[in-house]
């Protein structure tokens, strides 16, 4: 059973540019969160997606919009890149319709900005 | 969510018990305290959760104090596998966003 998968596994663009990350969640799960986590910092939540729609949302500009497609996979999308947009993205994925209380987390996509 | 504070780091010789704490001094009733680790350079793993009750898992085990104010996740043997950035979260929202803090590095030496 496959975990959770993210691609790419590194990214480099340019300020100013826009960048989509996609996942696919553990199989049996139904509801995608995103994290960004920069250097030396512990994860923080972007969004979640359930249902194909966002259910919850962190501290993030509208530069940052998400998709759940029907097989509950996902993507990320950022626009105009920052230099402060470099980090790892991380995507998890649980099973709410059993309480969600374990999420699984993917290996992480390094978006460098330059 | 309620605060959680954890000492930034610790060490453990390997084959000893890890003990790592957690003051939750603001939890309230309904919030449960959560347990990951991250391994460099890997995605966070989810180790063990618990609401009043001590739980116990193939990981590890879960001690919470009767009032809830503070916590301690126990690795009984620890190895070299899991020297990890460990971290603790108090949240109501199962299955909702995880805050994370700074989290406690564990560094097993052999």
């Known amino acids: 059973d496959a975990g959770v998968t993210q691609s790419p596994t590194h990214l480099i663009k340019t300020r100013g540019q826009q960048v989509t990350l996609r996942c696919s969640p553990k199989?049996?799960?139904?509801?995608v969160s995103w994290y960004q986590q920069a250097l030396g910092q512990g994860p923080q939540f972007i969004f979640q997606?359930?249902?194909?729609?966002?259910?919850q949302r962190g501290n993030f500009p509208d530069r940052f919009s998400g998709h759940q497609f029907p097989n509950y996979s996902s993507e990320l999308n950022v626009n105009a890149l920052l230099l402060g947009d470099s980090a790892l993205y991380l995507c998890?994925?649980?099973?709410?319709?059993?309480?969600?209380?374990?999420?699984?987390f993917g290996p992480g996509t390094r978006l460098t900005v330059t | 969510d309620a605060k959680t504070t954890q000492p930034t780091s610790m060490d453990c010789a390997e084959g000893r018990a890890a003990n790592l704490p957690c003051n939750h001094s603001?939890?309230?009733?309904?919030?449960?305290v959560y347990w990951y680790r991250q391994i460099h350079s890997q995605g966070p793993q989810y180790i063990i959760h618990g609401l009043k009750n001590n739980e116990t898992n193939e990981m590890a085990s879960l001690i919470i104090t009767e009032d809830r104010k503070s916590s301690t996740l126990i690795l009984p043997h620890a190895t070299l596998r899991d020297t990890a950035v460990y971290y603790c979260?108090?949240?109501?929202?199962?299955?909702?966003?995880?805050?994370f803090g700074g989290g406690t590095r564990l560094m097993v030496k052999p």
């Open positions: 603001t939890i309230s009733g309904n919030e449960y």
């Open positions: 199989s049996g799960h139904d509801t």
């Open positions: 997606y359930y249902e194909e729609e966002e259910r």
């Open positions: 998890a994925s649980s099973q709410l319709r059993q309480g969600g209380y374990e999420q699984y």
């Open positions: 979260i108090a949240s109501n929202n199962a299955g909702n966003m995880l805050t």
